[in-house]
């Protein structure tokens, strides 16, 4: 991490801030403020006309290529946070930013998310009558690539990830690891900058679970992809950048941790 | 499984399509008029055995303006005593009417075409109708036993008219001479072309003041009158089956694409617009439907065949039409879409989140 970044200092900023312009501290050095890939000022998610409050006031940025983990107990808000930033839910209140999209105020997210994001769910969330290939390829299919790319690309990501051998197979002739590792494969396909993962061992033993976090962060690494771990796994966590503690719906620690 | 449940709708609407056509076709061809244009018959009675006519009006019948030609005929009613007596199931006809008519006016009944041989006049010969051939097992050269006297059958004819068809046909004065009558029951007049039958009809009814007159115009608004009735029918029996085949078919495609609200949730997930997905659902309905319409149909035909057969059923037939399966095919397209859109719509309108939560 770059010593004279600033990162989530006073997050909510006012109109005329402005983004990769120098300052001087404090102290005489000169600072300047990097433009966070994602941010959220105040973001506010309730359940059941108010009754249940999964995140209370989140205010975040997040910078390009981070591998950040959000940790938490069951139930605090972890994995809501995850859904809001990978746009498949909309807050209650409060803004969030990704690249300069307003997900609040933007109608169709369709495009952002399959241009933008790669979701690893806990659950793989496969569809069970297609084959690992077709799984795979279904996040190319709205686009404008040619047949022949699509083909090429699912099969590069499928080799990427080691399940050469399973392209034709059904996601339940697969173990759970073979299962995730799709689901990554999916996940990456349409070469996201940004990659969520929501509990992405979960459902794993230790082994495979760490082959599967080894497989995203070497993803990580190689493609300079902004990773994102939901985990209540204080191990997992601590192999991230920056781990974001939430409980009842707040962050109650970001720190960096190396 | 979606496929078996479709396709019951289906073979509901083509079964019930097939059994109410047959029933319009069969009616039609029954009420089929014959070959005379005009019937005059003595309204005096009410019966045509006892209120007969004097045979010399035939004659005054032939010489009137417009008409071609007339033709006395007979009819009496021969009862099938061993029948009754018997009291067993046996298929022979309780009661056939037999009607005494020159050899040469048989074609003012719409008797053209006859297997075998024409009776003469005066003769003991009797042809019979394909139908009371079939019912009671009658075949060329048999001998029969009308009004107490022995008939050999020389022929048998079908004219298509169930009507006649089921019905015995001897000379005129043969029937005339074991009745002890002289008189016809009733009379039949062919007229010309280009002239106004109902014109002489009435033209007849007035000079005759016994006589009533049915012309063949009449017997067919008669037969549009019952087609009418029946149609009515048929509507309500295809509106039954088309509810009842519709309620299943959109049910099924409810429930399958109600189950696939996860799928278009993790569709949603990876970027798909929910159009891109309603055109998807849309495009597996059709062949969804299609797939189910030929099942259907297949056994929306073999059901009611089958059961024609099982249940020995002889006199009717399905009534096969492109209607039906026309109307089957486009009902279970088009309640099809109805019923797979209106889950897919809103599923696709669900944030991706709940769609996935969807189980």
Excluded: C
Excluded at chain 2, 261 to 266: A, C, L, M, N, R
């Amino acid at each position: 991490m770059d010593d004279n970044q600033i990162v989530n200092e006073n997050a909510y900023p006012d109109d005329e801030y402005i983004y990769n312009e120098t300052f001087i501290g404090e102290d005489g050095e000169e600072y300047y403020y990097e433009e966070p890939l994602i941010s959220l000022f105040d973001v506010v998610k309730e359940y059941d006309k108010g009754m249940v409050k999964a995140l209370n006031g989140i205010n975040l940025d997040i910078f390009e290529g981070e591998f950040v983990s959000i940790i938490g107990p069951s139930g605090s808000g972890k994995s809501t946070l995850l859904n809001m930033l990978g746009a498949l839910d909309k807050p209650t209140r409060g803004k969030i930013f990704i690249d300069g999209i307003d997900l609040v105020k933007e109608k169709d997210l369709s495009q952002f998310r399959q241009e933008r994001i790669g979701f690893v769910f806990q659950l793989h969330n496969l569809i069970p009558n297609l084959s690992v290939f077709d799984n795979v390829q279904i996040p190319l299919l709205p686009t404008d690539m040619s047949n022949k790319e699509m083909k090429e690309r699912a099969s590069e990501i499928i080799r990427a990830v080691g399940l050469e051998d399973k392209k034709k197979q059904r996601p339940n002739k697969l173990s759970g690891g073979q299962r995730q590792r799709v689901a990554i494969a999916r996940a990456l396909v349409n070469n996201p900058s940004i990659i969520l993962a929501d509990e992405p061992t979960g459902s794993l033993d230790s082994k495979t679970g760490e082959l599967i976090l080894n497989l995203l962060m070497e993803m990580h690494e190689r493609y300079n992809v902004t990773l994102i771990i939901v985990t209540h796994d204080n191990g997992v966590a601590a192999l991230a950048e920056r781990t974001i503690k939430i409980k009842d719906g707040k962050i109650i620690e970001d720190k960096y941790n190396y | 499984m979606s496929i078996i449940g479709i396709a019951i709708g289906i073979t509901t609407i083509v079964a019930l399509g097939l059994i109410t056509t047959g029933m319009e076709d069969s009616v039609q061809t029954s009420l089929n008029d014959v070959g005379a244009e005009i019937t005059v018959s003595n309204s005096s009675s009410v019966s045509t055995n006892t209120g007969l006519i004097d045979s010399s009006i035939v004659e005054e019948m032939k010489n009137r303006t417009g008409v071609i030609d007339a033709a006395g005929g007979l009819t009496v009613t021969e009862m099938n005593m061993d029948r009754l007596k018997s009291r067993d199931s046996d298929s022979s006809s309780l009661a056939t009417t037999v009607v005494g008519l020159a050899p040469d006016k048989l074609y003012m009944m719409g008797i053209n075409d006859v297997d075998g041989k024409i009776y003469e006049n005066g003769t003991r010969d009797a042809i019979v109708g394909a139908e009371y051939a079939e019912v009671n097992n009658v075949s060329i050269g048999d001998d029969i036993t009308l009004q107490g006297k022995e008939f050999n059958v020389t022929g048998i004819f079908e004219t298509g008219s169930p009507f006649v068809d089921s019905g015995i046909y001897v000379p005129l004065d043969t029937l005339q001479d074991i009745t002890d009558n002289d008189g016809v029951s009733r009379i039949l007049v062919k007229t010309g072309e280009d002239v106004n039958d109902s014109a002489i009809s009435d033209k007849i009814e007035e000079d005759y003041e016994n006589f009533t007159t049915l012309t063949s115009e009449e017997i067919s608004s008669i037969a549009d009158d019952v087609l009418g009735i029946l149609d009515t029918a048929t509507l309500a029996v295809s509106a039954l089956a088309i509810i009842v085949g519709g309620i299943g078919i959109i049910n099924t495609m409810v429930m399958a694409v109600y189950e696939r609200t996860k799928e278009i949730g993790v569709l949603k997930s990876v970027g798909w617009k929910s159009r891109k997905i309603l055109t998807m659902i849309l495009g597996e309905t059709l062949v969804l439907t299609t797939l189910s319409g030929i099942v259907g149909s297949i056994f929306g035909i073999l059901i009611p065949e089958v059961g024609l057969r099982l249940f020995n059923v002889t006199d009717f037939a399905l009534g096969y039409s492109p209607k039906t399966f026309i109307l089957a095919f486009g009902i279970t397209i088009i309640v099809g879409i109805i019923g797979g859109i209106y889950p897919a719509y809103k599923a696709s309108k669900l944030a991706p989140t709940e769609a996935l939560r969807y189980e």
